[in-house]
Nanobody, 124 residues
Framework: VQLQASGGGLVQAGGSLRLSCGIS????????MGWFRQAPGREREFVAA????????DYADSMKGRFTISRDNAKNSVFLQMSTLNPEDTAVYYC??????????????????WGQGTQVTVSS
């Protein structure tokens, strides 16, 4: 399984970006798609997650109402729509896949497949 994240870039505060994560290869059974981010000098943090069938979604508190995770099965892709961006959202964003339980969705250590990351920079 390989993941390819894209869609990052430079945006002004208040702007929007849509990140994409293309999935190649077959992921058997149930799994969780997640987005994480890592800013310079900081630990990787949870952004959003969604069950493989789209039945559940979750977001970090600071992203609720601003970010939306979705998927397109036909394109085998997962998306992260980000709006009302602020400079604190500047980070490298990663998509990832977990085969663990939903209760562990915010833990980066349970995700077994990772994309290469895409840089998001929000200017003030």
């Amino acid at each position: 399984v390989q993941l390819q994240a894209s869609g990052g870039g430079l945006v002004q505060a208040g702007g929007s970006l849509r990140l994409s994560c293309g999935i190649s290869g077959h992921i058997p059974g149930n799994y969780i798609m997640g987005w994480f981010r890592q800013a310079p000098g900081r630990e990787r943090e949870f952004v959003a997650a969604m069950r493989w069938n789209g039945s559940s979604r979750d977001y970090a508190d600071s992203m609720k109402g601003r970010f939306t995770i979705s998927r397109d099965n036909a394109k085998n892709s997962v998306f992260l729509q980000m709006s009302t961006l602020n400079p604190e959202d500047t980070a490298v964003y990663y998509c990832a896949v977990s085969r663990s339980i939903w209760g562990a969705r915010t833990r980066s250590d349970v995700y077994i497949y990772w994309g290469q990351g895409t840089q998001v920079t929000v200017s003030s």
